[in-house]
């Protein structure tokens, strides 16, 4: 049954982060013509982050539910292997400031949205 839960919520997560990602692109792309940086997929992986440490210090919250949540749609939703390879396009690129900033960002601003996340429920007096 876990397995079930694992995936659902990763087809979940995967149908989400396939659309904020282009949603995100597509509106700063509007914005910003010409632009080359991957700010849909950095705002995917930060969010993903601020969610898992949210689900992390959630209290009563049941394994299961942690497997479909946390493992699930956020493992579905966040996008490592896309922001490597994004990165290896910009480094391909010439883009070394843009590909430097995307892992700076991605990493500082994922740590921090995680840190923040788990902060709010130890907050709310709701931590596991």
Do not use: K
């Not at 849909?40 to 949540?69: P, W």
């Not at 996008?79 to 990493?107: D, K």
Request: aromatic content about 10%; charged content about 5%.
């Amino acid at each position: 049954m876990a397995y079930l839960y694992v995936a659902a919520g990763g087809a979940l997560g995967s149908v989400a982060r396939y659309w904020m990602a282009g949603t995100v692109d597509t509106r700063l792309q509007a914005l910003f013509p010409g632009a080359v940086f991957p700010w849909g997929t950095l705002t995917v992986n930060v969010l993903g982050s601020l969610i898992i440490g949210i689900l992390a210090g959630l209290q009563g919250v049941t394994d299961s539910a942690r497997l479909f949540l946390m493992v699930g749609i956020c493992g579905g939703f966040t996008t490592f292997s896309s922001f490597s390879l994004q990165t290896l396009g910009l480094i391909r690129e010439g883009l070394l400031l843009r590909a430097g900033s995307n892992i700076a960002l991605s990493v500082l601003l994922c740590l921090i949205a995680a840190w923040a996340g788990l902060a709010l429920m130890q907050a709310l007096g709701r931590t596991a």
